[in-house]
């Protein structure tokens, strides 16, 4: 197993819990515990000076508070098993600033986003925020546990944001999807809606031209209608013409027999005369409807 990478968070230096002889019994595997600290070759410096068992007591609640709120790191490098402890030094004013510093130098090496969902500047940032949990612990316990309520709020607050963003990404989707599908329909409607409206240009089309047909069929009956109705007026005109010339001739020729006839005083005359008068006027009549129309 690799080795946790570095963090803003300040730990111990990491220490040897157990170390695997033998992997087919892992019960009887030896427990032992050997920080890794240097060996200092210089004098032994004076042994510490007795503190009071409160003092001890507040210090181990403490650190037991304080590994609670932030777990110790464990990793197995071979068949060792390394663990490393949050630590409970003190912290100062420059320390807070170095941290500070720090974690303006990770977000340049990491070329963490300013704005913007980033993964890399939110893991600093809860870095950051846990190793101040760290210092207040350490100086106050209450006020730590309060630190920690304010960070799983704030985690839970962004795992729901998160989720809502998942969601909303695969509703996103398939609404995505739905459109598509929806898009493959409509543009086969359109297609249909093309070829019909195609289909019914292709229908005017051919209505105009039997409608253009038509009219120019009629206008051309028409106009043979028109040319033989004036014929026929022109005829009855001469007709009527002639027939006022006959009645003239014939009311002339009645005049003559008449006066014949008076002069005359002889009722075979004036039989004769009235004979002669009917033959012509029938002779007449006959020549105004045997005439040919011209």
Known sequence: MIPPAESLLKYNN?????????????????????PQQPVDSGPVPPPPKPKSASTEATKQENEEILNAILPPREWMEGNQLWVQQVSSAPCTRADVVNL???LDTKL??????????????????????????????????????????????????????QTLYESSV?????????????????????????????????????????CDAVEKRE??????????????????????????VMFHKYIQKKNVLLRLSINSSCVPCLKLSTGLFVLFFFQTQLEGIITPKK
């Open 14 to 34: 990491p220490v040897l819990v157990s170390k695997c002889t033998d992997r087919k019994s892992p019960k009887g595997r030896p427990l032992r515990v050997s």
């Open 100 to 102: 500070e510093e720090l």
């Open 108 to 161: 340049q090496q990491r070329q963490a986003r300013e704005t913007g969902i980033c993964p890399v500047r939110r893991e600093l940032y809860s870095q950051c925020f846990d190793e101040l949990i760290r210092q207040v612990t350490i100086n106050c316990a209450e006020r730590g546990l309060l630190l920690l309520r304010v960070r799983d709020e704030i985690q839970m607050t962004i795992a729901a944001y």
């Open 170 to 210: 695969a509703f996103g989707m398939r609404k995505a999807l739905q459109a598509e599908q929806g898009k493959a329909d409509m543009e086969k409607r359109i297609s249909d809606l093309e070829n019909e409206k195609h289909d019914l240009k292709k229908q005017l089309n051919e209505q105009k031209a039997k």
């Open 219 to 244: 206008n051309e009956r028409r106009q043979v209608e028109e040319k033989k109705h004036a014929e026929e007026i022109q005829f009855l005109k001469r007709t009527n013409q002639q027939l006022k």
